[in-house]
């Protein structure tokens, strides 16, 4: 069968007047095996491929059309929302450049007070990059003891980019990709001293992820009611990324060094080599926080799901079944993002 004639044949013969799509698709059906004397049950894959393909392109004209539109619209607001965005960093810098100069007269106490500060109030990732940056030239700078200040420098600056926020893999990963990423840059830049600047800096990042787990799991016997609830509902999760820490861990290293030239990529990844059972403890720390966690709240997420179970073989909840697993996935999945967003706000509260 000619696809092209198929082609041009379906875009004729569809009778889009009838009343439902099941009329629809019988009818072009009909027609396709009485025009081209073929059986349906017949037609080769290229060929379905084909009738699909025409029949989803008719069918959906409109909705492509109102897609398209929502998608242009989309890329507009993103970028004036990147525009003032900038401008909002910007604004934000200003203020607290001016609030440096006013405390520059003071002791280092007060300056470091606003630094961290800064820190907490300007976009993590836009601000980790330049932080980490004049850190390490600063350390470079001093030409004492390099190692140790580039290791305490970014094991302070891990810490604290990581320890008020959710321990999701996605957050964690981004904090030390941008750390890595910044440092990475400046070790190209100054290829004999690569060594000395990335080994503290995985050994500092290592240090600073421990410190911000530990912390975590010495908070959790505080953590308010409504941070417990939404535990619960993010309850696997958690559990799930905390024992792999050291696999993440691994994996931002190797993803870098994939990135970077062939001398860094070499020198990190010899460095991971070297580090493999100083991960012992970061896997160690990370378990013991999954089994604090599980023994504080695997009883009240235990609770939740009878109570779900209860309400599902209710006869609201019989209703709802019938709604479809379709419907039910949305559903699911609109209850996700409502959880992350609630998660996500009580961090930023934090």
């Known amino acids: 069968m000619d696809l092209e004639k198929l082609q041009r044949d379906l875009k004729v013969s569809y009778n889009t007047k009838l009343d439902t799509i099941e009329d629809r698709v019988e009818s072009i059906i009909k027609h396709v095996t009485d025009e081209w004397n073929v059986q349906a049950n017949r037609l080769t894959q290229h060929e379905i491929k084909t009738i699909s393909d025409?029949?989803?392109?008719?069918?959906?004209?409109?909705?492509?059309?109102?897609?398209?539109?929502?998608l242009t619209q989309k890329e507009q607001i993103e970028r004036r929302l990147e525009r003032k965005s900038a401008e909002l960093q910007e604004a934000k810098y200003q203020?607290?450049?001016a609030m440096e100069v006013q405390l520059k007269s003071e002791d280092k106490e007060a300056l470091a007070k606003l630094h961290h500060v800064k820190l907490q109030t300007i976009d993590l990732y836009d601000l980790l990059s330049e932080i980490v940056e004049s850190g390490i030239i600063t350390a470079l700078e001093?030409?004492?003891?390099?190692s140790a200040s580039i290791e305490e420098f970014i094991k302070e600056i891990t810490y604290e980019s990581i320890k008020e926020g959710s321990l999701n893999t996605i957050r964690i990963r981004k904090i030390l990709s941008t750390i890595l990423q910044s440092t990475i840059e400046i070790a190209e830049a100054t290829p004999v001293k690569a060594q000395e600047i990335l080994t503290p800096t995985l050994k500092g990042m290592r240090a600073g992820l421990i410190l911000s787990i530990n912390r975590f799991k010495q908070r959790l016997a505080f953590i308010p009611i409504e941070a417990k609830h939404?535990?619960?509902?993010?309850?696997?999760?958690?559990?799930?990324?905390l024992n792999q820490t050291?696999?993440?861990?691994?994996q931002v290293i190797q993803t870098q060094a994939d990135e970077s030239s062939a001398t860094i990529k070499t020198t990190l990844e010899n460095i991971k080599k070297e580090m493999k059972y100083d991960l012992d403890e970061l896997l160690r720390i990370s378990k013991e926080t999954a089994e604090v966690?599980?023994?504080r709240f695997s009883s009240i997420a235990a609770k939740a799901v009878k109570k779900a179970d209860k309400a599902l073989n209710s006869p609201k909840g019989i209703e709802a079944k019938r709604i479809g697993k379709q419907a039910l996935g949305i559903a699911k999945t609109a209850l996700g993002s409502a959880f992350q967003t609630a998660k996500d706000a009580m961090d930023t509260k934090k």
């Open 246 to 250: 050291d696999a993440l861990f691994t």
């Open 230 to 241: 939404i535990l619960i509902e993010d309850y696997d999760t958690i559990i799930e990324d």
């Open 54 to 70: 025409n029949i989803l392109t008719i069918e959906t004209k409109n909705l492509q059309e109102e897609v398209e539109q929502l």
């Open 95 to 97: 203020v607290f450049d």
């Open 293 to 295: 966690m599980k023994e």
């Open 142 to 146: 001093k030409d004492s003891d390099v």
